[in-house]
């Protein structure tokens, strides 16, 4: 596609539910990151994959928190049992490659937990 | 650890002006890149422009431009001739060349407004 790709737009989910969301990045992107927009913690950095590599989770903020990369392309982002704290904008970027410094942005998943 | 930091919560600017927007950030290391990030509404993270550390000439595109000063750890943002789509909430973020890990540290952003 043209650009990143994220769905759904938004999500409103009850507390203790799970949640999915999905990222597609630029096609011939082998780096994609996932990142966390929150009010009270601005930006922050949440899993890194990069081609067929181990992907870095050293963001993740919880045992909750997962992420999986299939065929080094869609990406899916799995929040279990939600909590109010995890409302956010969640957001996804890709680069060329890892070491390609330019990472362009999704736009990205508002999840509201009620 | 990296950290960004950008002074200016808010700021606004008349349509036409000239506006700079502040951004210090703190790391140990020689070889970075730089960049400006602009969030409009519409979520969707734009690059606005990118520096590289080795390089000592300021990038410039279009109607914005950097002043990077390496050894003060500080990389301000230059909008010229304001116009009302620049509207949004910028991000300043780092990102180390080496290491294994390339994910960007961003500032908590500054608000602009753009006044017509």
């Known amino acids: 596609g043209a650009g990143v790709s994220q769905s759904p737009s938004n999500k409103v989910t009850e507390k203790g539910k799970d949640v999915e969301l999905r990222c597609d990045p630029i096609?011939?992107?082998?780096?994609l990151y996932w990142y966390r927009q929150s009010l009270g913690q601005g930006l922050e950095f949440l899993i890194y994959?990069?081609?067929?590599?181990?992907?870095?989770k050293s963001g993740l903020p919880s045992d909750r928190f997962s992420a999986e990369r299939t065929g080094g392309s869609v990406s899916t982002l799995t929040i279990q049992r939600t909590q109010q704290e995890d409302s956010a904008v969640y957001l996804c970027?890709?680069?060329?490659?890892?070491?390609?410094?330019?990472?362009?942005f999704g736009p990205g998943t508002r999840l509201l937990v009620l | 650890a990296q950290t960004v930091t950008q002074s200016q919560p808010e700021m606004s600017v008349q349509e036409a002006e000239t506006v700079t927007l502040s951004c210090t950030y703190d790391?140990?290391?020689?070889?970075?890149?730089l960049f400006w990030y602009k969030q409009p509404p519409s979520r969707q993270m734009i690059l606005v422009i990118r520096?590289?550390?080795?390089?000592?000439q300021n990038a410039t595109e279009n109607r914005f431009s950097v002043n990077f000063q390496k050894a003060a750890k500080s990389f301000s943002l230059k909008i010229s001739d304001s116009q009302l789509g620049d509207a949004a909430m910028y991000f300043c973020?780092?990102?180390?060349?080496?290491?294994?890990?390339?994910?960007?540290?961003f500032g908590k952003g500054t608000l602009l407004t753009v006044n017509p």
């Open positions: 970027a890709s680069s060329l490659s890892a070491s390609v410094e330019t990472q362009y």
């Open positions: 096609s011939g992107h082998t780096a």
């Open positions: 994959f990069q081609g067929n590599s181990a992907p870095d």
């Open positions: 790391t140990s290391e020689s070889d970075y890149y």
């Open positions: 520096q590289e550390a080795y390089k000592q």
């Open positions: 973020a780092y990102r180390y060349s080496g290491g294994s890990n390339y994910k960007l540290t």
